[in-house]
C-alpha cells in the first residue's frame, strides 16, 4: 500500500526539523551573558568582564558594549569565577 503524499512529507520534515537541534546540541561549550550595572542601576559600557576556571585557571573575557551587554562565549563546562573591573 502506498503512503499520502502529505504523509511521507511530514514525517520528512519532522526528521530534517530535529537534525539541526541535536547537532548544537553537541558542543560541550556554554556562554556567559549579563549587563553591567553600577550600584544606582546605570548601565556601564567598556567593563572588562572575566570568567576563570577554577580548575585550569585559564581566564576568558569580554567588555560590555555601549548598553552595559556582554558575552563570554566558548567556555567548556567547568566552574567558574567571575569578576568584572
Do not use: H
Amino acid at each position: 500500500m502506498r503512503r499520502p503524499f502529505l504523509l511521507n512529507a511530514f514525517v520528512l520534515f519532522a526528521i530534517v526539523s530535529l537534525l539541526p537541534a541535536g547537532a548544537a546540541a553537541q558542543t560541550g561549550a556554554g556562554s556567559l551573558t549579563g549587563i553591567v550595572a553600577d550600584q544606582s542601576g546605570a548601565t556601564v559600557p567598556g567593563a572588562t568582564v572575566t570568567a576563570t576556571n577554577q580548575a585550569t585557571n585559564v581566564t576568558y573575557t569580554a567588555t560590555s558594549n555601549n548598553a552595559g551587554n556582554y558575552t563570554v562565549t566558548s567556555l567548556p563546562v567547568s566552574s567558574k569565577k567571575n569578576s568584572c573591573l
